[in-house]
């Protein structure tokens, strides 16, 4: 199957620094981005869609000045969380699908924990 | 709008047991279903999709899910659980957009038990 690689798998920063996530379509040209937000226990909530060149949709509730997504070229996807906070401390993870594929290939997620 | 509901957030098997985690769905559209595995602190990995054709369908690691329309169910079965099928379980409906966005269940964890 295709491959999404996400980086970095684990973060600590500290409160009101931001922080960069990247999601790499490896073998595939994903036209669409998703970034999804996990806590504990609980299932994937999506956070935004992106679209290669076009601003990213985000989903009700998200801050979209806090949460800026990138989705420069068919293979890169960027998520910065602009002055973290503790609260923000999350398993953020991203996806992605291209072409006629009906399937969305996962990143391995990125523990993020403010201090 | 799409739905999807997970029944028991908690499963318990025994080594050897049947696995059976249950899922159903809402959509106004023929559905195309997934079910996802996550092992802790990792991506989601993909363990059999239904799209179109046979309702029966066969995925990784022994795994396999039968497609009801009827029953707007989609149940994740196994013969024989293995401890190493401990994990956390997503189903998931596609959206109606051709994006690719997923809706997913709210996750049932699986405990195999020596």
């Known amino acids: 199957g295709a491959v999404v690689s996400q980086h970095p798998s684990r973060v600590i920063c500290k409160s009101g620094t931001s922080v960069k996530i990247e999601c790499r379509s490896l073998d595939f040209q994903a036209t669409t981005m998703f970034w999804y937000r996990q806590f504990p226990k609980q299932s994937l909530m999506l956070m935004a869609t992106s679209n290669e060149g076009s601003k990213a949709t985000y989903e009700q509730g998200v801050e979209k000045d806090k949460f800026l997504i990138n989705h420069a070229s068919l293979t890169l996807s960027t998520l910065t969380v602009t002055s973290a906070h503790p609260e923000d401390s999350s398993f953020y993870i991203c996806?992605?699908?291209?072409?006629?594929?009906?399937?969305?290939?996962f990143g391995q997620g990125t523990r993020l924990t403010v201090v | 709008a799409q739905s999807v509901t997970q029944l028991g957030s908690h499963v318990s098997v025994s080594e050897g047991a049947l696995v059976l985690l249950r899922c159903n769905y809402s959509s106004s559209v023929p559905p195309y279903l997934f079910w996802y595995v996550q092992y802790p602190n990792q991506g989601l990995q993909l363990l059999l999709k239904?799209?179109?054709?046979?309702?029966l369908v066969k995925g990784i690691n022994g795994f396999e899910a039968e497609f009801k329309k009827s029953e707007t169910s989609f149940h994740l079965t196994k013969p024989s659980a293995h401890m190493s099928d401990a994990a956390e379980y997503f189903c998931a409906v596609r959206g109606l957009s051709n994006t690719g966005k997923l809706i997913f269940g709210q996750g049932t964890t699986l405990q195999v038990k020596p």
């Open positions: 239904y799209t179109t054709g046979a309702t």
């Open positions: 996806s992605a699908s291209g072409g006629q594929s009906l399937q969305a290939f």
